[in-house]
T-cell receptor, first 109, second 114 residues
């Protein structure tokens, strides 16, 4: 079973920041937080990951709380192409990814 | 650098036939994973190779499914004989061994059993 809890769906206006929350209260010290997304029927796409520090790349930012029990994925300027299902995953190195139901993000024009 | 490549992109076969799916991971990636998404359901893990060895095959649904990774490069997933419930999209992913490396997914093979 997935070790994370995410809202089923969210809406965000185009051009605004999309903030996707994730709870992972049972995360272990050696588990990373990963975010993936699946656009329509394509293969899941890696977005970002982190251990305990906040991370930023060209796609998004990842904010992890100090106790590591929750995190937020931030898409700074959402576009229509960001409409997808977003998966928050906790995982130890090299281990399999367990997908939950994810958050269906709708970007509204 | 080429990503994870899967062949074929689509396959339609009759119940009882055999189908073989292929996955070419990113060069140098020791970890290779197979996943499946049945329509309307979540993406489910099937198995995990480390090089040519099966590290975890806990997700394989039954003995009609056989995965191989000879030589630790590309992998095949054979379904024999195929049943209607095997229809879905089969994804392959690969990652570099070590702490925290992300897994990259292929575009999947859409299998339809009729």
């Amino acid at each position: 079973d997935a070790k994370t809890t995410q809202p089923t769906s969210m809406d965000c206006a185009e051009g605004r920041a999309a903030n996707l929350p994730c709870n992972h209260s049972t995360i272990s010290g050696n588990e990373y937080v990963y975010w993936y997304r699946q656009i329509h029927s394509q293969g899941p796409q890696y977005i970002i990951h982190g251990l305990k520090n906040n991370e930023t790349n060209e796609m998004a930012s990842l904010i992890i709380t100090e106790d590591r029990k929750s995190s937020t994925l931030i898409l700074p300027h959402a576009t229509l192409r960001d409409t997808a299902v977003y998966y928050c995953i906790v995982r130890v190195r090299d281990d399999k990814i367990i997908f939950g139901k994810g958050t269906r993000l709708h970007i509204l024009p | 650098e080429a990503g994870v490549t899967q062949f074929p992109s689509h396959s339609v076969i009759e119940k009882g036939q055999t189908v073989t799916l292929r996955c070419d991971p990113i060069s140098g990636h020791d970890n290779l994973y197979w996943y499946r998404r049945v329509m309307g359901k979540e993406i489910k893990f099937l198995l995990h190779f480390v090089k040519e060895s099966k590290q975890d095959e806990s997700g394989m649904p039954n003995n009609r499914f056989l995965a191989e990774r000879t030589g630790g490069t590309y992998s095949t997933l054979k379904v024999q004989p195929a049943e209607l419930e095997d229809s879905g999209v089969y994804f392959c992913a690969s990652s570099q061994a070590g702490q925290g490396f992300e897994a990259f997914f292929g575009q999947g093979t859409r299998l339809t059993v009729v």
